[in-house]
């Protein structure tokens, strides 16, 4: 018996229900989940199911695509683990959270790298036997530093993931461009408030009684890319944005680990610039 | 054009879906929205569909009615004010969520009658031309004051739902069963934390960082039927009980708006001793 | 026995506490709660004491005046009602709320009048032996307009607040100057994000997974104020912005009467364009 | 210059205030920070100073300790790194929270050892420098294995606090006397909800919409100690007890190290069986 996570993403049209669980059942496949969701105001269906059954599974795409000459967008993903690189700066939490659940087994991840244009977290990485690479911006134009990155990127060809782990550098959209919605980031803000730097000491000066974390794929506009998932705390005017700082670590890394976690588990579904989870 | 939704609980089974759609689809029905839900523990499934279409209400559920032999539980429901009673003791605030509502047309309901033990809410809800029934308990065991509520309800055939809006008295197991699954309480806790008499001061007496309130249908059971809604709130040792209660009082009724609100909706399903809300 | 709140506002400097509580103690008088706050990055001071004692209101404000030369800010309030107007546009759940508390003797207030620049709302106000006073804007100038409600809220003397409980309309420079730090509003976004109208749909087209609102006091650039409560709720890709208006409600109208509270128990000082809540 | 934080609990009494800061202010100490809160129930003062200035510390306890007869308790602590054991079970999460915050320097703490009955996270401490201790309970009776953890214990004269993240066995009377108020616990539901063994199990049997966690010091009866710190997540009928117990783990994490971290700020109180945090 094979489990299958069936991904469709169609335009939204009458019998696509059941001309999907048509298939299914014919099929023999027993659902273990389904979820569904239409956005009426786009027109646009999706659907996330978890069947099990006997199966192949180029064979099971191969059905689920004759159901429609539209521009259907159908994917059949058999569990594996993915494949991510982490990219840092230096602020150890994020990267650090996410390495105790890789090291309990918690997310099913390959971590294949650790990159990050400062060194002093490679003690940590290696730690967890995971190969660091460090890539100094130093004395090298943005393009010149990304090259670089991109260079040891291209190494791992199935790559699923870069997740940015409070990797503190701007990326250009060459860059981004390279791996559309496949790039994670954690910005520690409530978004769309505070975009840019210091969002914590821009969230003191303003004097907000809640600070937050969004994490988001990234797309050409800074902190604009669609938002994956979001979480603050109540915060009173006794804190400094230092404070700010500490206590807004631990919502960055559950938010950023949870991201991950759909992200991997192949629930997230990007539509326009939102993302629909299922 | 009409518009149903599709209530479905029944044993899962293979098929139940691709049935289902099947209708919808011979009967050109529009799928608006779709939820489902499997307790793979108890080999149930649960599906909430909105959908629209030409066909008659009572031709469509005998449609569905055919899928299956099973003791398949299938409602088609065409969407109509609800009629429900409050019950209250002498606390407004809950009373007065539901009222302001009311006014302000964001609930689909009716409010045949206000039933309390009291008469000092008679005044606020006499504002709305609502009636008020004022069945005081003194001097009465607890059937006899019972059947005279017993006898005020009889009158409302069509009734949907009981709301227990801070009625502060335990009702007797012939009550309860007389309205299975149709009284909403708000009980003041995170139940199943501080049962029965006081939360607030139970709450203060262990010492919490959090106090909430648990809206949940009524059975035998003192605090104990299917939750369907929680929410809590932050504290700290600076607040009197007196405190808690009056902070509380928002999370109680924003509680039990919300699960009216979802009952009203016909999204819940009473899962054993549980709720599922599609 | 009387009962004062004494709010402090200085430059720090050593020997304050020493010096108030000197006071305190050589009058007699018996501390029920203190609350100091230091803003080391602006040298500032903030105290809020509630005391208990026989001494005369404004023998104790020139006691406590005599302990500094510099442009120390010293208050001594004897709890009393404070007296309110509310202002809104069309939309009821932010004023109900204030009505139900209000009616239930929850906050410490008279409504001394509504103001609306519609009048679909009188009907309620005046359920609750509430002024209405319509005064609508059309064929008006901003400023005709405002000087309609100026000459209104001008019969008021002793005003303390005005509550705009989802008033649409932006006040001008002038309006705003007349009640520096007495006008709180709320608005429906977590602030900084979505300034501005129409925040929900703003929220809906980022795709945002939190939605807030913001309790403020008003000043001269739009959303600006000092901040005085926020709250957020989650969400998913579900909600419609109806919806998002339709859950917001819920925080808007507890944000903004969990202000009003605090202003009424002398609990908010304004420290540059952020709020100590002491 | 040295830095102290005071720390009083004592009896209610007029003066109090004024004396303690008569004592700062005729010692030329600044105040840094000061909280103060008075538990008119049971007559009790509690206050957290952090102050600044040239005196010796014993000599700044000695002018302290002058200003009552009464059973006053008083302490001056100068900061430094506070000595902790972890004592942990077979779950990595909670530990590795505390020792990633260790790593980076967050926590102003020495882990001095880490306890286990079993071995499995003997690898993830070594990584970390940190001595593991396994003290296995097979075929000893509680009563001997604990003997065994004493002595190691037994060890580190000056130790802190302990902290149980995530130790699956119930201490006896004797071991949590020895640490009065020196053991810090993290219980997996919101306490006092689901006492005792699996928690998420209960949770799930019992069909509730949020899950949660509480860190509190531990005594005589279990999960009754008092409780520093709590947080809850909102949860739905889709999710199994192995799913809640997933998502739990990141509140539980989080709220023992935010416990974890008000104890080596010495701002934990206890207040009969609840805490005060200054």
Chains 1, 2, 3, 4 share one sequence.
Do not use: C
Not at 31 to 53: A, P, T
Not at 77 to 87: F, N, Q, S
């Amino acid at each position: 018996m094979s489990q299958y996570r069936v991904l469709i993403d169609a335009p939204d049209k009458k019998g696509l229900v059941y001309n999907i669980s048509s298939i299914f059942y014919h099929n023999d496949l027993n659902i273990l989940s389904n979820q569904e969701f239409v956005d009426n105001e786009h027109g646009k269906f999706f659907m996330r199911s978890v069947v099990e059954g006997d199966i192949d599974q180029s064979e099971l795409l191969k059905k689920l695509n004759n159901i429609s000459s539209d521009t259907v967008n159908i994917k059949v993903i058999a569990p594996r683990k993915k494949d991510i690189v982490i990219m840092v700066t230096k602020e150890s939490h994020a990267l650090g959270d996410i390495l105790m659940r890789y090291e309990a087994g918690e997310l099913d991840i390959n971590i294949v790298g650790v990159i990050s244009n400062y060194n002093n977290l490679q003690n940590l990485v290696k730690k967890f036997n995971i190969r660091f690479y460090h890539v100094s911006h130093e004395n090298l134009t943005r393009e010149a530093h990304e090259a670089k990155i991109l260079e040891i990127l291209s190494q791992y060809q199935q790559l699923d993931y870069i997740v940015l782990a409070k990797y503190m550098r701007i990326l250009t959209s060459n860059f981004i461009e390279s791996y559309h919605n496949k790039i994670i980031n954690i910005h520690h803000s409530f978004l769309p408030a505070f975009i840019g730097a210091n969002p914590y000491k821009q969230a003191y000066e303003r004097g907000v009684k809640i600070i937050g974390a969004t994490a988001h794929f990234v797309n050409e506009v800074l902190d604009n890319g669609p938002i994956i998932a979001q979480d603050v705390k109540h915060i009173d005017h006794a804190l400094t944005w230092m404070d700010m700082q500490r206590f807004g670590r631990d919502i960055e890394k559950v938010v950023l680990s949870r991201a991950l976690s759909l992200a991997i588990e192949d629930k997230i579904f990007v539509n326009a610039n939102k993302t629909v989870i299922l």
